[in-house]
Every structure is written in C-alpha cells, then in structure tokens.
C-alpha cells in the first residue's frame, strides 16, 4: 500500500495479541470518507462495510473488501465473528472457517461428530465471541491526529511509536 495524503490516522485498541489496529481515513469527495484498516488479523473481516471500509493485508499486499470478502466465504462480514468464535482463540478443536460456515449456515449435517462437537462446546464459542467480537467492550478510541497530512515520514513515525517492526513494517511502508 502506497502512503498516499489522507487526513486522520486513528488507533483502536484491540482485545487480542494485536497492540493496536492502524487505520487510514481517505477522503471520497462527496460519498464520504473511506478507511483501511492495515492489519493482518483476519478478526477485522467483520468490519468491512461496501466501498467505505476495507482491510489491507501487508504481507499479502492486498486489500479485503465487503464483496471479495463476500464471494469468498459466501457469508457477510457481519456473521465472521461467530465463525471466528468456533474456529479461533483457539476454538473447537479440528474446526476451521470453512466448517464453522457450514455450521453457522446450516449447511452441516446434524448427524456428523463435527455438529455434536460444535454444539458441545457452548461455552467455548461464548467466550470466545466475546474476544472476537468488535468492538471489544471497554476498549476506548483515540485520534493521533485531525490536522496533520500524513506523509510518507509521518506514517513511519507512526509505526515506530507504535513498536510495529520488520517484516510487517516494510509491508505497511512499501
């Protein structure tokens, strides 16, 4: 993703191994503004809303919208928390997204080990719904700045301030 002049960056905490979720607010004329949320936390998916927010993956170096994010797992954004809750954190065991889909979905059949296992682990996927799901309660939103174009030189200040190094610092600068 190329650094180009935007006008707010905002940082959310965020509930997991995640310090921070860096997002870039780019003006859309009269549409409104876009944000990206520069991240490789597939957890964010449940964020991305039509052409206003989406999600770039630096290590990948491409972005996650509503409709690929859509045309890929067949489900809405607004339903990825709960698969995220069975098939991460970690969840139920042996479980991962495609099959927490077919799950969530109805799509499995009742009768298979998986959909019994599912079912048994109630409290599990409740729990982890609750680490999953955004926003995270409690966890407060600060600006780093209203005013200020962000350049080049100041997004990496921005990085180093918030301890983002190596590899996943040369894919948000590149």
């Known amino acids: 993703m190329?650094?180009?002049s935007s006008r707010v960056v905002e940082v959310y905490g965020s509930a997991e191994r995640n310090p921070a979720i860096v997002c870039k607010h780019l003006p859309d004329g009269n549409a409104g503004d876009r944000m990206v949320i520069v991240s490789t936390d597939r957890d964010l998916y449940q964020l991305l809303r039509q052409d206003r927010v989406s999600v770039w993956d630096p290590l990948k170096k491409k972005p996650v919208t509503e409709r690929s994010f859509t045309m890929k797992y067949?489900?809405?954004p607004d339903e990825w928390a709960p698969v995220?809750?069975?098939a991460g954190c970690p969840g139920v065991k042996?479980?991962?997204e495609k099959t927490a889909i077919k799950y969530l979905t109805a799509e499995m059949?009742?009768?298979?080990?998986?959909?019994?296992k599912i079912m048994k682990a109630g409290d599990l996927i409740a729990r982890n719904l609750k680490l999953v799901e955004l926003p995270f309660a409690g966890v407060r939103r600060f600006v780093l700045?209203?005013?200020d174009e962000v350049t080049k030189e100041k997004w990496r200040a921005v990085l180093e301030?918030?301890?983002?190094k190596g590899r996943a610092r040369r894919g948000l600068l590149s």
Request: charged letters at 20%; zero cysteines.
């Open 109 to 116: 059949n009742m009768n298979t080990k998986t959909y019994v």
């Open 84 to 86: 995220k809750a069975i």
């Open 2 to 4: 190329r650094v180009r």
């Open 145 to 147: 700045s209203r005013t």
């Open 161 to 164: 301030r918030l301890g983002i």
């Open 94 to 96: 042996g479980v991962g």
């Open 74 to 76: 067949g489900i809405g």
